[in-house]
Each structure stands twice: as structure tokens, then as C-alpha cells.
């Protein structure tokens, strides 16, 4: 089979590499679609390199049909239409014990150190199918559509870390795809104003799209002033950082009333500091929290959420490329063009 292996920094080669086959306790996923995100540029160009193994056949946000079922496997028919959670928790160590799988210190991921979907075929390991990393989608969803269940699931997670409530009003800072995911998914919780601040203006027109309330261009505006305007004074219940530009983190901190809520979603440079008036966490009362990764419960909801049609991520979807083009895939999401860049194999 055809598959885009991590040979180096900066290179992503197409090999001819055995066709896997499913073992007692194993599945074979015909890849059905693998979205590229900022993070498959990061692990090519050699600036992420936690977990990740030279060698491995990239690409961590896959959906695939089951293809070939191992002696032992159950719960599966060929051609189920499944979504793949990358991570592959331990289940074992203090944060999974504690209901924190999403930061365990031992799991294993797709497109990192596991052969990911950046190719035909998958292998499906006993453990990651014993782990619950297999969902089985809606027969009829797309399956780039289910592909960005991982994206989906991170944002859930995030979610369940700021909270929203009905009536609230959030602040989304960047509208890159992960701005735009939470975006969807505060409108589909109830809030009453989004509002959607961004470097560029092409992608605040999808976010009106896809439930921005409010929109405006980081340079035209004094986000913290243009959101107290929008709430009376107050400022928003909660702002999410989906850009990791360090001088905005002070901005988010700003930009909500007594008691809100700030979320450091988006990854920021490593090892660079940012400068914030902590006084405004003391006196202001607020909640700061992070959000990376994702559990099962997240991941499982975000593919029945896509498959319901509950949230619309299909709007998020731009030209897909061929297998073959993988390496120009993952170039052209590095470089912000489209929003979600499906790499659709055969
Ligand atoms: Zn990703
Ligand atoms: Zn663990």
C-alpha cells in the first residue's frame, strides 16, 4: 500500500509499504479520509517530537472502514464506518485512575508513534481496540465529516473545562478551525453572543456562518472595549484563546467580567513567556483552565454529535488532496490556506 512516512524533519516521503494484516484481537481500517491540522506541520518540520517515532506513517485525525477483522474481535462488521481516537491511554497510571486520561503520561498516539492514517490501510492494535479508541459512526456520515471528530472531541473537552451556560457570552479569539468548532459547539450549548475576533478577515465571514454573533478584526479593534460594549459594560463570561499569539492571552484576561472564565486552548510558542497583569486573575476572581487532548467520553460524543448532523463540521471542510499529496496537504494547512484539509486516499 501507498503511505506518507515520517523519514526526517521536513520530510514526509511516499513509500510502498506492506499492506497490514489484522492478527487475533485485531482490526484492518480501509482509511476513509485523515484531516491534516498545525500539528502534523509541527511533528514535519521537527518542532514536536514528544512521542513521536521516525518511521511512522503520519496523520492522527482518521476515519476508516473496517476492512479485515481479527479472530477474537467483536462488536465490529466489515465496512462499519468507524472514527479512530488517536491517544491511546495506559488506563493504568494516576490520571487515568483519576478520570484524566486525556493527560495520561504513557499513552501512545496515531500519526506520532502508532502508524496513523495518512494511508490505505490502518492497523487497528488489540490494545488501542481494548482501550475503546474505535467508535463505529453513522453508516451514512462522510467520512472526512468523521475524521474531525478529533478536533471535535479536543473542543468538547475544552468545553467541559470553561463551561458555558445559556445566555452566555463567549469570546472566541481566532477563527482558525479550532476557533470555528468552538464557536459551533457554543451555539449549539446556548450562548447568546459569540463573538469572534481574528488577525484576518477571510475566515470571520465562515464564523458568521457558522454562529458568530459579533465579529471584528483584531487590528481595528480594542478587543476588550469592543466586547464591554457588546455586554453592557461587563465583558464576555468566557474567553477562549484558539491562537497561540502570547500579547493575546493578556487580552483574554481583559476581555472578561468579574468571575469569567479564560481558556488557554491554543498551543503557544515553547519556552516563550507571556506577559499578563495577574492582578486581573486576584481581584477579577477568574477561572483560568487549559484544554489539549481528549478522553473517550469526548471523543465518542463528538462522532455522534457529527453523525446526527448536531454539529455541522462538514462547513469546515475545504478542497481535499490525494494521498499522494499529502506532504503539500499538511503545507497548505501550515500555511493557513483552507480551513480543514481532508487527505482522501484511492
Ligand atoms: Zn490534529
Ligand atoms: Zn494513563
Not at 156 to 161: C, F, Y
Not at 208 to 213: D, F, L, R
Not at 244 to 273: E, I
Request: glycine share 14%; net charge negative; charged share 20%.
Amino acid at each position: 500500500m501507498r503511505a506518507a512516512v515520517l523519514v526526517g524533519p521536513n520530510q514526509l516521503e511516499m513509500q510502498d509499504v506492506p499492506t497490514p494484516k489484522a492478527g487475533p484481537g485485531e482490526l484492518v481500517l480501509r482509511v476513509g479520509a485523515n484531516t491534516v491540522c498545525g500539528t502534523d506541520g509541527r511533528i514535519l518540520r521537527g518542532e514536536k517530537t514528544a512521542g513521536v517515532r521516525q518511521g511512522v506513517i503520519m496523520g492522527h485525525e482518521f476515519s476508516g472502514y473496517v476492512h479485515e477483522i481479527g479472530e477474537g474481535v467483536e462488536g465490529y462488521r466489515e465496512g462499519d464506518l468507524v472514527g479512530v481516537m488517536p491517544t491511546v491511554p495506559c488506563l493504568r497510571c494516576y490520571y487515568c485512575i483519576n478520570h484524566l486520561e486525556h493527560v495520561c503520561i504513557n499513552a501512545k498516539l496515531f500519526g506520532y508513534w502508532i502508524d496513523g492514517g495518512l494511508a490505505e490501510y490502518v492497523l487497528v492494535s488489540a490494545e488501542a481496540i481494548e482501550r475503546g479508541a474505535i467508535v463505529v459512526a453513522d453508516p451514512s456520515a462522510d467520512p472526512a465529516e468523521i475524521a474531525l471528530a478529533e478536533p471535535l472531541g479536543c473542543v468538547l473537552n475544552g468545553v467541559d473545562n470553561y463551561g458555558i451556560d445559556i445566555g452566555d457570552t463567549v469570546l472566541i479569539i481566532g477563527a482558525g478551525p479550532i476557533g470555528l468548532l468552538h464557536t459551533m459547539v457554543a451555539k449549539q450549548m446556548g450562548a447568546s453572543q459569540i463573538i469572534v475576533v481574528n488577525r484576518s478577515a477571510g475566515r470571520l465571514e465562515v464564523a458568521k456562518e457558522v454562529g458568530a454573533t459579533h465579529t471584528a478584526l483584531t487590528g481595528d479593534v480594542d478587543v476588550p472595549e469592543f466586547v464591554k460594549d457588546l455586554t453592557g459594560g461587563l465583558g464576555a463570561n468566557v474567553a477562549v484563546q484558539c491562537i497561540g499569539v502570547l500579547d493575546l492571552f493578556q487580552t483574554a484576561l481583559q476581555s472578561v467580567r468579574n468571575g469569567g472564565r479564560v481558556n488557554a486552548f491554543a498551543g503557544f510558542p515553547k519556552g516563550q513567556m507571556a506577559s499578563i497583569d495577574p492582578n486581573l486573575i486576584h481581584y477579577n476572581e477568574l477561572t483560568v483552565t487549559g484544554g489539549s487532548n481528549m478522553g473517550r467520553n469526548n471523543y465518542r460524543r463528538a462522532v455522534q454529535l457529527i453523525g446526527d448532523g448536531s454539529i455541522n463540521v462538514g462547513a469546515l471542510l475545504t478542497e481535499p488532496f490525494a494521498l499522494e499529496d499529502a506532504a503539500e496537504a499538511i503545507a497548505h494547512a501550515s500555511a493557513g490556506k483552507g480551513i480543514k484539509t481532508a487527505v482522501i486516499p484511492g
